[in-house]
Nanobody
Framework: QVQLVESGGGSVQSGGSLRLSCSVFGYFYSNYCMGWFRQAPGKEREGVAGIYPGGGKIFYADSVKGRFAISQDNAENTLYLQMTSLKPEDTAMYYC????????????????????WGQGTQVTVSS
């Protein structure tokens, strides 16, 4: 069983930075796709950044390109999301997700394809 645990959320002012972490516990796939998603009140969950290490692929939503960076530390079994130049519209609950197999630019945001989800960490950006 895979368990994902996010941390690092908080409250910052516009223009600030945060780094989210997602620790992975339990058996994990040798070939996998992971992603960061967010959901604001009254809105659908959306993909923010995704990574497919087996294919050397990284994906970003247009809204965060140039501001957010996804990375992983295999030794620590941890996925990161470095967020800079934060805006009030980035306010949301952020979730880490994982699935076996590959992901592509067409499907990395497909939430239904992800088998495992963390509990979420809140990010609040004030103007």
């Amino acid at each position: 069983q895979v368990q994902l645990v996010e941390s690092g959320g908080g409250s910052v002012q516009s223009g600030g930075s945060l780094r989210l972490s997602c620790s992975v516990f339990g058996y994990f796939y040798s070939n996998y796709c992971m992603g960061w998603f967010r959901q604001a009140p009254g809105k659908e969950r959306e993909g923010v950044a995704g990574i497919y290490p087996g294919g050397g692929k990284i994906f970003y939503a247009d809204s965060v390109k140039g501001r957010f960076a996804i990375s992983q530390d295999n030794a620590e079994n941890t996925l990161y999301l470095q967020m800079t130049s934060l805006k009030p519209e980035d306010t949301a609950m952020y979730y880490c997700a994982a699935r076996g197999g590959y992901c592509t630019s067409e499907d990395w945001t497909s939430t239904y394809k992800f088998a495992y989800w963390g509990q979420g960490t809140q990010v609040t950006v004030s103007s």
